[in-house]
């Protein structure tokens, strides 16, 4: 059955071949572009049934920040051949809405041979074919991104210089075999059970369940799996009828699917229904920040935009909270080198002396009337006459006799008087 579903998925991979001009494969000048692949992973190829120019695909995860490289087997199967972590990656979880939003782009892409830089500012670099069908049915906006070196990114997937030459390389290869265009698949993390579960309540989760029955589909078959789009949404593997086509924005036609691949797909997902289940009541990791829709791009989209125009705008874009407040996400200004961004330096400059100025003054004034008061302080304690005090002097010994001396006598003088009267 396996062996069905390979070749049901690459006949309906056939029929998404597109033309391509070969003066972008041959005009590959730069030396570093012509680098070949390590002899360990062309021993690796070997041994796993690839040829160095059979078919690849590209596979990002941008919660794991990887790149897979997959190549086509002799079988027909692809497998993977080679994992890259992702040097920087800016924005958050969550797809790509407008030019200036700094998402990286999640979906279905396509890559052909006139997409490859190898002239790149950014060492090398290929286009990954954003925005596509669905992007523009959908009224998104955005050029240029790109997978590309010098570690760098405003929405691209930027590797290090020593990782796009091995990438560009699988690329230029499959080309040279005769490979028309190969596919990216873009997701914001591995579409398992549990990941699901931990982002079933994000803004974003129907757009990432549409994406992941395309994840299921290659999953299941190991193959690309044909991508159209219709009713502003992707549909995978699926054949329409004769005399009818694909609309990104009309009706889904009347269409087929292999019936191997509809069996292997309700098996697939009855283990992951059951799956789903048993994580969300599980004790799972937090979800990461995500893009909080078409909202949040705007927001950030016109940071960008300020930025652009030279204006003195904090380092970092602002967010938006789950009420739907925006945020700061620092207060950390950055530099930028314009006429604009330096009257606005100013500006914050002098306003922030002006801040200094009063608080230096308001402790001045504080520091006066402390003194103030402690001189008043002084003065009334001069004033007052002072008491001296009473001493009182203790008994001299003498004194402590007297009376001793008193009482004798008087007992004896009464003694005399008695004794007078016979008594």
Not at 153 to 174: L, N, P, W
Not at 200 to 222: C, S
Not at 414 to 419: M, T, V
């Amino acid at each position: 059955m396996i062996a069905n579903i390979a070749r049901a998925g690459l006949l309906l991979a056939a029929l998404a071949v597109a033309g391509c001009s070969e003066s972008s494969v041959t005009d590959f000048v730069p030396q570093h572009a012509n680098r070949q692949l390590p002899a360990k992973i062309v021993a690796e190829m070997k041994a796993k049934g690839m040829t160095r120019t059979s078919p690849v695909l590209a596979r990002v995860f941008k919660e794991e920040a990887k790149l897979e490289v997959w190549k086509q087997k002799t079988n027909g199967r692809y497998d993977l051949i080679a994992t890259y972590d992702i040097c920087k990656m800016s924005g958050k979880l969550g797809p790509k809405f407008t030019e200036g939003d700094r998402q990286s782009p999640e979906g279905f892409y396509t890559v052909r041979p006139g997409q490859m830089n190898p002239n790149s500012s950014y060492h090398l670099a290929f286009n990954i074919g954003y925005p596509n069908s669905y992007d523009r049915a959908n009224g998104r906006t955005g050029s240029n991104l790109m997978v590309h070196g010098a570690c760098s990114s405003s929405g691209c997937f930027s590797m290090t210089d020593a990782q796009i030459e091995e990438i560009y390389a699988f690329a230029r290869d499959a080309f040279k075999g005769g490979q028309t265009e190969f596919q990216v698949q873009s997701y914001p993390f591995r579409m398992t059970p549990a990941n699901m579960a931990r982002y079933r309540k994000d803004p974003n989760y129907q757009f990432w369940a549409m994406l992941k029955e395309g994840y299921d589909h290659f999953e299941i078959t190991k193959v690309p799996p044909k991508v159209d789009v219709c009713e502003k949404r992707y549909v995978f593997n699926q054949i329409p009828e004769a005399g009818t086509a694909f609309n990104p924005t009309g009706a889904c036609p009347a269409v087929t699917q292999p019936q191997a691949l509809q069996t292997a797909y309700q098996a697939y997902k009855s283990k992951y229904d059951a799956a789903f289940a048993s994580a969300t009541g599980a004790d799972i990791p937090a979800p990461k920040p995500t893009i909080a829709g078409l909202k949040e791009a705007a927001i950030v989209s016109d940071w960008t935009k300020r930025r652009a125009r030279g204006e003195r705008v904090t380092i970092e874009p602002p967010a938006m909270a789950q009420d739907g407040s925006i945020v700061q996400t620092t207060a950390r200004m950055g530099r930028i080198d314009s006429a604009e961004g330096r009257r606005m330096a100013a500006a914050d400059a002098a306003a922030d002396a002006k801040k200094k100025a009063a608080e230096e003054k308001a402790q001045a004034v504080a520091a006066a009337k402390a003194a103030k008061l402690a001189a008043q302080q002084e003065v009334v304690t001069a004033t007052v006459p002072q008491q001296q005090p009473v001493v009182t002097e203790a008994p001299t010994q003498a004194a402590q006799v007297a009376p001793v001396e008193e009482a004798g006598a008087a007992t004896k003088l009464k003694k005399k008087l008695l004794g007078l009267f016979g008594s």
